[in-house]
């Protein structure tokens, strides 16, 4: 077989298809075969032309999602072979329009429209990426604008999300400091993010990435409020930036934040537009096992 240099690889037709509609016998009612949501393409029908979701071959349930997911794992073990040591890019037209549990993309289906009907998740509630002072409850449709500049992003309660200042190269960006992202839970008393860092090219097989789990949780006591605490899982890869600021939003009351040992506050303020929390100058080492305290002074607002 022979190998090529490239930076990745779109892949069109991968999704099971049957080319007729779920079944020649039609499919069921309920709401697995017909869900909550469903693109706005296709009739809004997801087993046009496909599959239906509880089709089975054999005794075997041959749910889509399964189907594809599967197919695309071949894939990643075959492009393996191709691009050697460095693992591939793939996009394909059956990619998801999400990322995973913490972030939900909503598109715009239809042209020329400014505005889309989103379906929300339930269990959970939903912060606007753009302007997180604005929070959307799970289990219902909302009407969410979306002009040609943006993009609607949507965060789940609860996730707490890294990220850094982006730049016009990739290698540059790498660089730069890491700010953590807090979505303050609304029903619940904890939150979790996981953060991996390698060098963008290793097959994960290798095991040169470090991995860190950052749970957000309540305390109660003396000193009540909430605490950010690191766990170093893996540490493969050492070369991480360090974290320059947490932003935390959905904290309205007033705190006192303490890195570790309660020797001196850390410098904070809030953003006008948002009221957000940020925690800035820290210098934190996510290589280390971090505690960051915001404890809540009842007396002030």
Not at 20 to 32: A, E, Q
Not at 99 to 113: E, I
Not at 252 to 269: G, L, P, R, W
């Amino acid at each position: 077989m022979t190998k090529f240099l490239s930076h990745g690889v779109w892949i069109d037709m991968n999704e099971p298809s049957n080319f007729v509609d779920g079944s020649t016998s039609g499919c069921s009612s309920d709401s697995i075969d017909n869900p909550p949501y469903t693109p706005h393409i296709c009739d809004q029908l997801l087993q046009r032309p496909s599959v239906w979701g509880k089709a089975r071959s054999g005794t075997a349930l041959q749910c889509p999602q399964h189907v594809w997911a599967h197919r695309r794992n071949l894939t990643n073990h075959g492009l393996k072979s191709l691009f050697g040591a460095k693992r591939p890019v793939i996009i394909s037209r059956s990619t998801f329009m999400s990322s995973g549990r913490y972030v939900m993309v909503v598109p715009v289906l239809t042209q020329g429209a400014t505005q889309v009907s989103a379906y929300f998740p339930k269990e959970s509630a939903w912060y606007a990426l753009e302007n997180p002072s604005e929070i959307y409850h799970g289990g219902a449709y909302y009407n969410i604008d979306a002009p040609l500049s943006k993009l609607p992003l949507f965060v789940r309660a609860g996730s707490v999300l890294v990220s850094q200042k982006p730049e016009m190269r990739l290698t540059d960006a790498r660089l730069n400091n890491l700010t953590i992202e807090i979505f303050m839970p609304i029903e619940a008393n904890e939150g979790v993010g996981w953060f991996v860092w390698d060098d963008g090219e290793s097959d994960l097989s290798q095991n040169k990435y470090s991995y860190v789990k950052l749970d957000f949780h309540r305390i109660m006591g003396n000193h009540s409020g909430w605490v950010l605490t690191t766990e170093v899982l893996s540490d493969g890869y050492a070369d991480i930036p360090h974290v320059e600021s947490v932003i935390v939003h959905g904290l309205d009351t007033y705190v006192s934040v303490y890195v570790d040992q309660f020797t001196q506050e850390a410098e904070k303020y809030r953003e006008e537009k948002t009221n957000a929390l940020v925690v800035e100058k820290l210098d934190i080492d996510l290589t280390k096992n971090l505690n960051l305290f915001f404890f809540v002074n009842e007396n002030k607002n």
